[in-house]
């Protein structure tokens, strides 16, 4: 499982997170990867996500935009629906789940974010996309259909998934 970590506008967030010896002393065993929208962290299981996460709390509130977690190949989904899957288990996600958004990415920043039907697929939505280079489909809660929140941040996949740098 990975952890997508959307930095904000203006931050580097890897840089961010290794200048701090708290944060370095949370990661030592992770390795996180600096990508062009933030960075991507690989963990074991979704409980140990949730909990890196809540150890990374204070940056996340003030570096990141939003967290993802990759449920399967190329599909993300929000903080708040991994904490409702694995806590109150009122979630269970299957090969497709009707609450997603389409977040566009060009030159790994933010660019737009399109709620997407229940039926439809990534590819029906190019014309919203414009100018776009990466696209990734993130799930949500059906409260979250909205723009994301304002203290989390999106990025663009591979075909992998994960984010690829333009290097």
């Known amino acids: 499982m990975n952890i997508l970590l959307i930095q904000r506008d203006g931050v580097d967030l890897h840089h961010t997170l290794f200048a701090s010896e708290t944060s370095r002393m949370v990661l030592r065993f992770y390795h996180p990867k600096k990508k062009s929208c933030?960075?991507?962290?690989?963990?074991?299981t979704l409980g140990s996500a949730l909990s890196l996460i809540s150890e990374l709390r204070w940056y996340i509130r003030r570096y990141v935009r939003e967290s993802l977690f990759e449920v399967n190949a190329g599909i993300f989904c929000t903080h708040i629906l991994a904490q409702d899957v694995?806590?109150?288990r009122t979630a269970i996600l299957g090969t497709s789940w009707p609450f997603r958004r389409l977040?566009?990415?060009?030159?790994?920043?933010?660019?737009?974010?399109?709620?997407?039907?229940?039926?439809?697929?990534?590819e029906e939505y190019h014309q919203e996309y414009i100018g776009i280079d990466r696209t990734i489909e993130c799930?949500?809660?059906?409260?979250?259909?909205?723009?994301?929140?304002?203290e989390y941040e999106e990025t663009?996949?591979?075909?992998?998934?994960?984010?690829e740098d333009d290097d």
Not at 156 to 163: A, R
Request: with cysteine.
């Open 38 to 44: 933030g960075v991507t962290i690989t963990v074991s």
């Open 86 to 88: 694995y806590y109150e």
């Open 103 to 122: 977040y566009g990415f060009k030159n790994g920043k933010l660019i737009s974010t399109v709620v997407m039907s229940p039926c439809s697929t990534p």
């Open 139 to 150: 799930w949500c809660t059906e409260d979250e259909l909205g723009e994301p929140e304002p």
């Open 156 to 163: 663009g996949v591979s075909g992998s998934g994960i984010p």
